[in-house]
């Protein structure tokens, strides 16, 4: 059995921020990543102002991480439209990219990584491998996503009654498309489900769905869905008729609303596997970020003893931003309730000011004093 003192599984943001950490501090540490090659994970791309100011102390360059800037939040609903303008700018990005910078900067900074290592089972801090071979550590940092690790799964009765799924299909690159959509992210609302549109840094727009179970199986397949939903929604039809060639991507049961309130010696839940926060609030990334930086930060000073601490105070910091966004979610997905809020966000846009500071996590810097996690 290999042993290290600190194992990370996964390699996405979470992963990659934890690691950078430890490898600045020059604790041995190991990083374990399932893919070979880096991929474009489903969702995840807009990046907040906190977010941005979090990959800044990393080392990783806002500029690398393209063109696309975001700077309005447009709401459509039915025949309904509100815009307004986001506190401070934002980016868009495809996760192949982010997850590129990030890995390479980790590795710049001298972290270990093996890539194309699959975790089958956690078991008592030590991870069973695809092939047999276990690897054990003092310390283990959770980073696998949306991804559930056998012994470690997050319960099934976070799915809900009626469970969510995501979708996420590509638009353009073409020149109507950047008309369209231009420097906004816009969530389209509907029955059951909401869908958010962003230009990312090769001029394809993501549109990423979030849509029950429930209303996926009355359309029959994504297929029909789609096209169900660009009849519904004409604005949103307008968009999907770009729609480039391939396949619809999907993942099944996102646990929306969940956290992990406690804490045990050993185990630093990161990102999806601390709390899971809906992705029309746009923070998914700068929680599995902040959560890196600052499990990583506490380790440094306090050892794997200092996990649970970690876990209970950042359980804490998400309680506002996952329950706003919830409640938001359940409007959103309420047609009724939509178009009735969306004519005094017209009127009164510092509602969605208000509401996109108070979705935030605390902004986590990293640091090479490491005395305490700070947010």
């Given at each position: 059995?290999?042993?290290?003192?600190?194992?990370?599984?996964?390699?996405?943001?979470?992963?990659?921020?934890?690691?950078?950490?430890?490898?600045?501090?020059?604790?041995?540490?190991?990083?374990?990543?399932?893919n070979?090659?880096?991929?474009?994970?489903?969702?995840?791309?807009?990046?907040?102002?906190?977010?941005?100011?979090?990959?800044?102390?990393?080392?990783?360059?806002?500029?690398?991480?393209?063109?696309?800037?975001?700077?309005?939040v447009?709401?459509?609903?039915?025949?309904?439209?509100?815009?307004?303008?986001?506190?401070?700018?934002?980016?868009?990005?495809?996760?192949?990219?982010?997850?590129?910078?990030?890995?390479?900067?980790?590795?710049?900074?001298?972290?270990?990584?093996?890539?194309?290592?699959?975790?089958?089972?956690?078991?008592?801090?030590?991870?069973?491998?695809?092939?047999?071979?276990?690897?054990?550590?003092?310390?283990?940092?959770?980073?696998?996503?949306?991804?559930?690790?056998?012994?470690?799964?997050?319960?099934?009765?976070?799915?809900?009654?009626?469970?969510?799924?995501?979708?996420?299909?590509?638009?353009?690159?073409?020149?109507?498309?950047e008309?369209?959509?231009?420097?906004?992210?816009?969530?389209?609302?509907?029955?059951?489900?909401?869908?958010?549109?962003?230009?990312?840094?090769?001029?394809?727009?993501?549109?990423?769905?979030?849509v029950?179970?429930?209303?996926?199986?009355?359309?029959?397949?994504?297929?029909?869905?789609?096209?169900?939903?660009?009849?519904?929604?004409?604005?949103?039809?307008?968009?999907?008729?770009w729609?480039a060639?391939?396949?619809?991507?999907?993942?099944?049961?996102?646990?929306?609303?969940?956290?992990?309130?406690?804490?045990?010696?050993?185990?630093?839940?990161?990102?999806?596997?601390?709390?899971?926060?809906?992705?029309?609030?746009?923070?998914?990334?700068?929680?599995?970020?902040?959560?890196?930086?600052?499990?990583?930060?506490?380790?440094?000073?306090?050892?794997?003893?200092?996990a649970?601490?970690?876990?209970?105070?950042?359980?804490?910091?998400?309680?506002?931003?996952?329950?706003?966004?919830?409640?938001?979610?359940?409007?959103?997905e309420?047609?009724?309730?939509?178009?009735?809020?969306?004519?005094?966000?017209?009127?009164?846009?510092?509602?969605?000011?208000?509401?996109?500071?108070?979705?935030?996590i605390?902004?986590?810097?990293?640091?090479?004093?490491?005395?305490?996690?700070?947010?």
């Amino acid at each position: 059995m290999r042993r290290t003192p600190a194992l990370i599984v996964g390699g996405g943001p979470a992963g990659a921020s934890a690691a950078i950490i430890l490898a600045r501090a020059g604790l041995p540490h190991l990083l374990i990543e399932r893919n070979r090659e880096t991929g474009d994970v489903l969702c995840g791309g807009f990046l907040s102002w906190r977010t941005l100011e979090s990959l800044a102390s990393l080392g990783v360059d806002p500029q690398a991480l393209g063109p696309a800037r975001v700077t309005r939040v447009r709401l459509l609903a039915g025949d309904k439209m509100v815009e307004a303008s986001l506190p401070r700018p934002a980016h868009a990005v495809s996760r192949h990219r982010l997850d590129t910078l990030l890995l390479a900067r980790a590795e710049a900074a001298g972290a270990a990584i093996e890539r194309g290592v699959t975790v089958k089972a956690i078991e008592s801090r030590a991870a069973r491998l695809g092939d047999g071979a276990e690897i054990a550590a003092e310390a283990l940092f959770l980073a696998s996503g949306k991804h559930d690790v056998r012994g470690l799964a997050r319960p099934d009765s976070a799915r809900g009654v009626d469970p969510t799924l995501g979708l996420r299909v590509r638009l353009g690159p073409a020149p109507a498309v950047e008309r369209m959509i231009g420097d906004a992210i816009e969530l389209h609302l509907f029955d059951r489900g909401y869908a958010g549109v962003v230009l990312q840094e090769d001029g394809t727009a993501n549109l990423c769905m979030a849509v029950h179970r429930s209303r996926l199986a009355e359309a029959g397949d994504p297929e029909r869905l789609l096209e169900a939903l660009g009849r519904e929604l004409p604005a949103l039809g307008e968009r999907l008729a770009w729609r480039a060639t391939g396949a619809v991507d999907a993942v099944a049961n996102v646990p929306y609303g969940w956290r992990a309130r406690q804490g045990e010696t050993g185990l630093f839940r990161l990102g999806d596997q601390a709390g899971v926060i809906p992705s029309l609030a746009g923070e998914g990334i700068g929680i599995a970020i902040a959560s890196g930086i600052r499990a990583a930060t506490a380790y440094a000073a306090g050892g794997s003893d200092a996990a649970t601490a970690f876990q209970t105070r950042l359980a804490r910091d998400l309680a506002r931003p996952i329950g706003l966004a919830g409640l938001i979610r359940d409007g959103a997905e309420s047609p009724r309730i939509a178009r009735a809020v969306l004519p005094i966000a017209r009127i009164a846009p510092i509602m969605i000011d208000v509401v996109a500071r108070l979705t935030r996590i605390g902004h986590a810097r990293a640091d090479t004093r490491f005395t305490a996690a700070k947010g």
